[in-house]
């Protein structure tokens, strides 16, 4: 299985590194692959879109003629903090004012930044869908899924606010699970990858 890592911006190496373990410890056969091109997402069975900033993001896919190609693809998609703002299907708050495009991978309305600025940026234990123990999740300037549509599926919730959900092969995280030794998030994605084949 090839895992795609979005090339654009942000915590690369860090996912890169996740991924890499989540196989091991999962006992898969895979690889990552950095991709820039829209030849390079052909290649791959699944793809991870990191954090970073959400609008500039999108300028570059837009510039670069990924977007498109983003739109149509039809492998599995995980989105962590900027990600999951690129895969929602629209936005509130900070998340409308920009004017930029979102993909519409997941019926979800986000509102980035939910949780303040980067001084406000905090770690926490949440539960995780049906994990046996809480998951140590870090949060940077964090969206928030304000809405989820009636195909979706609520992983996580932090003070009542819902930081994971999945539909179908898409996942998204308000939090980096790569910025923790803890790769359960990673294993869970590539399972849903692996079942999706």
């Not at 940077?140 to 003070?159: D, F, K, M, Q, W």
Request: aromatic share 8%.
């Amino acid at each position: 299985m090839i895992i795609g890592l979005l090339g654009i911006q942000g915590d690369l190496e860090e996912h890169a590194e996740a991924t890499r373990k989540a196989f091991l410890s999962l006992g898969l056969e895979g690889r990552v692959l950095l991709v820039r091109t829209p030849e390079e997402l052909r290649r791959t069975d699944a793809l991870i879109i990191s954090g970073g900033e959400s609008t500039t993001m999108w300028k570059l896919l837009k510039k670069s003629g990924l977007f498109e190609d983003l739109r149509m693809y039809q492998n599995p998609l995980f989105g962590t903090c900027a990600g999951l703002i690129l895969l929602a299907s629209g936005g509130v708050g900070d998340s409308e004012k920009t004017g930029q495009e979102f993909l519409g991978k997941i019926d979800a309305v986000v509102n980035r930044n939910a949780f303040g600025r980067q001084r406000e940026s905090f770690s926490v234990d949440i539960e995780f869908d049906d994990f046996s123990s809480p998951f140590h999740a870090v949060f940077i300037r964090a969206p928030v899924i304000e809405s989820l549509g009636p195909r979706g599926e609520v992983l996580s919730t932090y003070n009542g606010k819902i930081v994971a959900a999945r539909q179908d092969h898409v996942l998204i995280t308000a939090f980096h699970p790569e910025l923790t030794d803890d790769v359960r998030v990673h294993e869970y994605f590539i399972r849903m990858a692996a079942s999706s084949k």
